[in-house]
């Protein structure tokens, strides 16, 4: 269908003989559509003066086509070109606008794109010149390196009617020597200015577009176009928040558009904060409010005179709303990082940081006051957003709008951006400390002022508003502080974790802006020292709490590996991998932590989640880890190498506190070699990905380490290879394994490695278990190994509360339970039921403490709890328990290793 024929609405024609004068060289649909706009505003009536005969010639084609004829440059001087282009652009995308043939985001791409091309259009002959002089290197593509940003609207494709472009102009120094270097600055600095001449000088026909180049580094000292490293340079060590926000919209739009999009992609982490950035927030209300108050748009409301961008309840409301929320989230979470504001606000939406309601209604709302803006614009061509004051100038906006009742019109307007201002002003995610919250009685103690008053000291403290913060956020710390079962242990764990921050405006950003989180944290220091110190050390955890599924059930190891995998795409080269597998570990470790001080999960699950989580960090890691090893050696010979866990690991029981016990088997013949640039035999590469890939979980690296690794486990322990071959630990299982071994690979499972060689090595373990035993030399043994245990540690057994050490606890019962499933005898249910209410105590008791439970140093949250987990009524009916209870494992244990003896081979 042709534009004519696509016309479905009309405006108002406030001056009709105007607009029948103007349109009558047209027919149809056209001439209703010309007479109408012609009629009102006075620009298109400029415009359909000059251009009549161009808009029949194109009148009969389809509105794309129709609008690449308009972008069309003729011969000869590209500034008036240019100018031609803008009136034929303009008018043809008001008149699809107003005849209802585009929508909203079609015109502001349309205008986006002429824009883009308008400007490679002023650069180019200035690039070619400075070429064909020698001052630059042209190159395949013609651009000598030369790139242009969009910034802003024109960034997100969202240019109006009479936009400024926003935009940076860079070069790519890689394309120069260090000797040609000034005389291509040089050039480039003509180049920036020829264009921007050529887009904004004002002449006979017109301009093109008001250029600002002002959103570059530092513009009042630095030249119009510099080099990307220096602006990189910048934005690391000086960029503020009010950039981060312009950059997040930024476009490469001309010139050496590849060179642009890898210049952004290094900006990502000055952009997008690897954490939840709540103090952003305030800075970017802040320039807002700034804004308002310089224009002085802080008053009453009032439709005449309104401005619609950033007024009360405006399209920069709408915009702020999306953009702050990027600034927050969009570090961790790449599909909020979208140019387009309608695009964001249904990211939101779809990751449940707002509701879908919400994103509708303000999306809406976004294209009905673009669409308003777009008319007062095209009244008089005037870079403005406001309504007019005058009645009949309002008139007109309404009458584009094809509306003749102004009062329906304003009061259409007043309701948009009361709605508007109404679903964005409570800005969750802002800093709201609660000032009316009265101190608690606790607060006049000498020994908390103290506490206090040295919190004001701390490298936390150190910039003036983290202190503010802290000083606000002090009478709701202390109110909730004191709600706990022991407030001055409270306050004591609390006082640990601010000594902890390295730095504390973000972590206190975000506790003024969640109350929740305060009550989460103040849960931690009451009831788990050692998690509230493991907090302290990594404070970007906290970021993950507030994820929606946070306290929804935990993930399998699928989905953890998923999750991780995903994001160890992304990461930028082998160290990234290590620190980005760091922080997301961590995030993970605490949040099954906080499940379990939480009653989210039972200790088995909890012990499960550890496992799973190990698991996933080990599988998804060592991909990169033969990827590193394989740019030296190349990729590993034979059917690969498989990562076989045991102990905890094995049997899916870790803790907070676990270390990861491992063996690693690969399948490869002796004189097997990689392909490698240095080739390495079978066993001298798999040894040498063994170190590589304990280094990579162990090493401290900038974000901590992953766990501690013990390799002792293997055969032949410290004396054996780090790796052996598949066939060896058959062989050596078979014929030289040690008692203590078979009982050591009742736990083992592999875990990770290529499918076909796990599935094997499982194989092997469970034939090692199914072969013949002779009971009596197992029981024989395990009493040999269980006297050396219990010998040992024989003062564990006067320690009420050890879970560990002594007869009937977790040692002891678990080298019992291993010789059972050894020699094919089902599991003692009563001994299995101790150590069971005995791992309640150690889970616990590791997060809480990194060590065993002590109920001398726990607070009344965490004593019900574990009372809840556990079944007792108090401490001395559990304390009597445990007693009673290793008592009686240990007399089974006796019994049972009878029967463990009586077992044939």
Known sequence: MTLTDRITRFPIACDPE???????????????????????????????????????????????????????????????????????????????????????????????????????????????????????QGGTDGTAGFCVLAMGKMGAGELNYSSDIDLICLFDETRYQPDDFATARAAFLRVTKGMVRTLADVTQDGYVFRTD?????????????????????????????????????????????????????????FKFRRHLDFAAIRDAEDMLDKIRTHKGLAGRFSVAGHDLKLGQGGIREIEFFAQSRQLILGGRNHDLRGRETLEVLGALAATEWIDAERADLLSRAYMRLRDVEHRVQMLDDAQTHTLPKSDTQRTKVAALDGCDDLAAFDREIAELVQTVHAATAPKQGTERVAESVAPPPMAEDPDVR???????????????????????????????????????????????????????????????????????????????????????????????VLDRGYFGPLPERAALETQLREILERSADYESILDDTRRWQKEQHFRIGVHLLRDLTDTAGAERAYAALAEASVSALLPAVIAEQAKRHGAPPGNGMCIVGMGRLGSREMTASSDLDLIMIYDAEPDDLSEGRTPLAAGAYYARLTKRLISALTAPTATGRLYEVDMRLRPSGRQGPVAVSLSSFRRYQRDEAWTWEHLALTRARAVAGPAELVAAVDVAIADVLAMPRDGAKVARDVREMRARLLAARADAAQDRWEIKQGPGRLLDIDLYLQARKLVGLPADEAVAEMRARLAILQSIGRVAFAEGFDPSRAGGALISLVLGLTGTDDLGALEAVLMDGAALAAQSIEGGLDAIEAAGP
């Open 213 to 269: 180049l002002r959103l570059r580094p530092d513009p009042s000292v630095t030249p119009v176009c510099i080099a990307m490293e220096a602006a990189e340079r910048y934005y690391e060590s000086a960029g503020r928040t009010w950039e981060r926000a312009a950059f997040i919209k930024a476009r490469p739009c001309a010139g050496d558009l590849e060179a642009g999009a890898a210049f952004l992609k290094r900006l990502q982490p």
């Open 450 to 544: 103290r506490i206090l008053d040295g919190w004001h000291k701390l490298p936390a403290t150190r910039s003036p508003r983290a202190d503010a913060l802290l000083s606000q956020l002090e009478p709701e710390i202390l109110r909730r502080l004191s709600e706990a079962g022991d407030p001055m242990a409270a306050l004591a764990q609390f006082d640990g974790f601010l000594r902890g921050l390295p730095a504390g405006v973000q972590v206190f950003s975000m506790l003024a802006s969640n109350p929740p989180l305060m009550a989460l944290l103040v849960d931690i220091c009451a009831m788990a020292p050692a998690l509230a110190q493991y907090l302290g050390r990594n404070s970007g955890v906290f970021d993950a």
């Open 18 to 136: 105007k607009g029948e004068r103007l349109a009558e060289p047209f027919t149809g649909p056209l001439r209703d559509l010309v007479q109408g706009a012609a009629g009102t505003s006075n620009y298109i009536a400029a415009l359909v003066g000059r251009e009549a005969g161009w808009l029949i010639d194109v009148s009969g084609l389809e509105p794309d086509d129709a609008f690449k004829r308009a972008m069309a440059l003729g011969a000869g001087d590209p500034a008036t070109a240019l100018r031609q282009a803008k009136r034929r652009v303009a008018l043809l995308t008001a008149l699809l606008d107003l005849g209802g043939v585009w929508s909203t985001l079609d015109v502001t791409r349309a205008l986006t794109r002429f824009a883009d091309m308008a400007v490679w259009e002023a650069a180019r002959p200035g690039i070619e010149r400075e070429i064909a002089k020698g001052n630059l």
